[in-house]
């Protein structure tokens, strides 16, 4: 028998799966996109070659003053470190985002999109420069959204280190390629995704997301795959 054989377990902290993006969408770096998302589908991320954050912001189909508000999460979920198992709640306190596989375990909900500002006050670069909050706004305005009311984004990847005195600092994504997360949407959304631009949160370089909305049956089917492996 293989050493290999004996393994039952994911490997998950290796991020060891094969990748098959043959499926999968692709954002670009640098940039964002917006879709709709129904209530029982499954949005699956995908951090294809590791450090790279992706923002994600919902809102609800019929009615976008309903949004995720991290605020609401932490209060019903009781931390600020949400993984597998965790719910991401809405302002008006309703369900909208079950993670249900979590492959790399580290994502931020505390810090709102990068923006041009952002670029301004914390990299001295007063130079036009892409920003997550100008790519939602781009891939959502087709449905009312206007650039000032995008919310505090759940950051995928991105790691937030919290010291004893409250210090926030960010460090290098946990996110190694091939890692994801899948979320089972409870209700019908409208979801903004980017491929984050800020060059200190992603280690120095920039590159693209994955991702991919399955239906019950094909999540299953793959989860099932992944077990076997
Ligand atoms: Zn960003």
Do not use: W
Not at 161 to 181: C, F, T, Y
Not at 189 to 201: D, N, R
Not at 202 to 217: A, F, H, M
């Amino acid at each position: 028998m293989r050493e290999d054989e004996f393994a039952t377990e994911p490997d998950f902290e290796k991020g060891r799966f094969e990748l098959n993006t043959t499926n999968m969408k692709t954002i670009e770096p640098q940039s964002g996109t917006g879709f709709k998302l129904k209530k029982g589908e499954y949005l699956k991320v995908v951090c294809p070659e590791g450090e790279q954050v992706a923002d994600l912001v919902a809102y609800r189909e019929d009615d976008m003053t309903e949004f995720l508000s991290n605020g609401k999460t932490f209060d019903y979920e009781e931390t600020i470190y949400l993984s597998t198992g965790n719910i991401l709640y809405s302002n008006k306190s309703k369900e909208m985002l079950e993670i249900v596989l979590d492959t790399c375990g580290r994502h931020d909900f505390l810090l709102a999109p990068c923006c041009p500002e952002t670029f301004k006050k914390l990299y001295d670069n007063v130079a036009e420069h892409p920003s997550c909050r100008n790519n939602l706004y781009e891939s959502l305005k087709e449905y009312g959204i206007e650039a000032h009311t995008i919310p505090t984004a759940f950051n995928i990847f991105m790691k937030v280190d919290v010291n004893k005195e409250g210090k926030l600092h960010v460090k290098r994504p946990k996110a190694k390629a091939g890692d994801q997360i899948v979320f089972r949407a409870h209700m019908d959304m409208v979801i903004g995704l980017t491929a984050c631009s800020a060059e200190k949160t992603n280690n120095g370089t920039l590159k693209s997301i994955n991702y991919q909305v399955l239906t019950l049956e094909e999540f299953t089917k793959e989860n099932q795959t992944r077990q076997k492996t």
